[in-house]
């Protein structure tokens, strides 16, 4: 099967690690790089713009928001899937973020299960070109 290309935006060491885990064990995605925070996320989406095949963020960030980085992917391409995965998955979030076309959110804290389901169902279409 396919390996699907993930970058997390996410500024705990702990989840982020067994998250990188998890998804590598159990789904068919690769992790090609992570953030701590927003700035460093969009240098590097600038730098890989086809790198990434789906890109999972935080809302809450050592440095600046998931929010921003929403909105700075907010016109990808249809098969380039963005899905937050946070402990503040409130309804106004979730609009919000489904508003900067968020493909699913996540709750931290009881949905895990949901996105493990999300990246074993990747369709096809949702891998890029190899990075350059």
Not at 103 to 124: M, Q, R, T, W, Y
Request: hydrophobic fraction near 45%; proline fraction near 5%.
């Amino acid at each position: 099967m396919p390996s699907r290309r993930v970058f997390i935006v996410e500024d705990s060491p702990v989840i982020r690690a067994n998250l990188i885990d998890t998804l590598e064990e159990l789904t068919p995605v690769s992790v090609v790089g992570w953030s701590d925070g927003e700035a460093g996320a969009l240098a590097w989406l600038a730098e890989h713009p086809d790198g990434w095949d789906l890109l999972i963020v935080d809302l809450f960030l050592k440095q600046g928001s998931g929010l921003g980085v929403l909105q700075a992917c907010k016109h990808r391409p249809a098969e380039r899937k963005l899905v937050v995965f946070s402990n503040y998955a409130t309804i106004d979030l979730r609009m919000k973020c489904m508003e900067l076309r968020a493909d699913a959110v996540f709750d931290k804290s009881n949905e895990i299960d949901g996105l493990i389901d999300f990246c074993s169902h990747l369709p096809d279409g949702a891998q890029a070109a190899p990075v350059a």
